[in-house]
């Protein structure tokens, strides 16, 4: 069994200083597995098409709105087929004109596509998930409220992704709603997982038993010293990476063409990519089931969208459950008090709202002397956001203009997730090479 007994005195009240276990590792490891579903099956897959889907069934043709985008209907045909009744997929693929294929729905007195539709809720989700992801940062780093608001976000997402079973055509709307819920969850359940990494690798026993130097400067000190600046009032999410210099200086060697990678980072880049692995193993299962289910049910069941809504539950489903061990597995961790908390007080939920939004005021005016910062940020911004955009309206191209079923849509989706568990744990073996033969090594960190 691994020692789980406090190395340093605590640096703040209620800090957790046991070394990190094998237990917690797993719970940590347990919500990837959990949680990651949801983003391949979900949002990459399942979500778009069902939404477009539900809009469908309640939608109307460009072409002549008298006619339901869910019915057949009589379209000019060739003299040897005669007063031929066909579905909307089949005379839409041989229509000459492609808006008269095109399929409208009014919302609340504006027309919008179908394929559209599912667009517009993923964009108003993300500018919730970042204004709620800024909102509770505060909470995240500070306080005891990490562990409580990530399961607090996961159940709420996970339930209302399971929802999606009773949204029929006539409540669309409800599945716009549900969708916007579950991601935004997702994202900030994400993002507080993300806030146990730096303190799971900082206690972690290997990373305790090695120095930086040999001056016996450790990184948990230089952490120490970090708090303690905090702890004086300065503001942690600014000046501290702009006036601890002097620390950052001592962790960082000395060398800079082939000096080794710090060991904390390469034990955080190790946990991290083995933990997006575990995610993308999860959801290849998941997806797999899900293709089985549409294929089978398909020849079953004569509505399309009460298959893909059996396939939205059974995704919340096994986000609901395999969060449980997460649950019990992880320790809270709390972070120290917000810099302004010396008297003993709980600050409100406000305080914390308004000292996050404050923190990025002061980051956003420092970031003209953090160049290299802004300009990654800047990259990541289009490079994250194109990514998306792209993958999802993938989705709705293949299944609008090229007619493709949803298990096609989930099987080019299974092959992307395929690629990314080989991307995932061949990353962390990369990191590591050096950029030489004769380039010192760290020693190795065991998990």
């Not at 940590?28 to 539900?54: D, K, R």
């Not at 999802?392 to 096609?408: C, I, N, R, S, W």
């Not at 050096?434 to 010192?440: A, E, I, L, T, V």
């Amino acid at each position: 069994m691994e020692p789980e007994n406090a190395s340093d005195p605590p640096s703040y009240p209620g800090e957790d200083t046991r070394l990190t276990s094998t237990k917690e590792l797993s719970g940590w490891y347990s919500y990837g597995w959990a949680a990651e579903v949801f983003v391949v099956c979900g949002v990459g897959s399942f979500i778009p098409i069902t939404l477009e889907q539900l809009a469908r069934e309640r939608g109307v043709l460009l072409s002549d709105r008298t006619v339901s985008c869910s019915a057949g209907f009589k379209t000019t045909m060739p003299t040897e087929f005669p007063n031929m009744t066909m579905s909307y997929e089949a005379a839409r693929a041989l229509s000459p004109r492609a808006d008269k294929g095109q399929c409208i729905i009014n919302f609340f007195g504006t027309d919008i596509n179908t394929a559209s539709f599912a667009m517009y809720t993923f964009s108003i989700s993300v500018l919730v998930q970042a204004l709620l992801i800024i909102s509770m940062s505060g909470a995240a780093d500070h306080g005891r409220y990490r562990k409580s608001l990530l399961l607090s976000f996961a159940f709420t997402g996970a339930v209302a992704t399971m929802l999606f079973l009773a949204v029929v055509p006539k409540v669309y709307a409800l599945g716009a709603l549900l969708a916007i819920i579950s991601n935004t969850c997702f994202g900030a359940s994400f993002v507080l997982l993300n806030s146990f990494l730096p303190v799971l690798v900082r206690r972690h026993p290997s990373i305790q038993a090695i120095e930086i130097d040999g001056n016996g400067y450790s990184e948990r000190q230089s952490l120490e010293q970090t708090a303690e600046y905090e702890n004086q009032g300065h503001d942690s999410a600014t000046e501290s990476l702009l006036q601890s210099s002097s620390v950052a200086r001592r962790m960082v060697p000395t060398q800079t063409s082939s000096a080794p990678v710090s060991p904390a980072l390469s034990l955080s880049t190790k946990i991290s990519s083995y933990g997006i692995g575990i995610g993308y193993i999860a959801a290849v299962i998941v997806q797999t089931l899900g293709i089985t289910i549409v294929v089978v049910a398909d020849s079953m069941i004569s509505s399309t969208t009460l298959t893909l809504r059996i396939v939205l539950f059974l995704v919340g489903l096994w986000w609901f459950i395999f969060t449980i061990p997460a649950a019990l597995w992880l320790r809270p961790q709390p972070g120290p008090p917000l810099p302004s908390i010396r008297n003993g007080k709980q600050r409100s939920w406000a305080g914390y709202i308004a000292y996050a939004w404050r923190s990025l005021g002061k980051t956003i005016l420092r970031a003209r002397h953090l160049t290299d910062v802004t300009l990654f940020l800047g990259a990541w911004l289009l490079l994250s956001d194109g990514i998306a955009t792209v993958s999802g309206t993938a989705v709705l191209f293949a299944k609008t203009e090229l007619q493709m079923t949803p298990a096609a849509l989930a099987l080019i989706s299974l092959v992307g997730t395929v690629a990314g568990i080989l991307g995932a744990f061949s990353w962390s073996k990369l990191v590591g090479i050096p950029k030489s033969s004769s380039s010192p090594r760290a020693p190795p960190l065991e998990l």
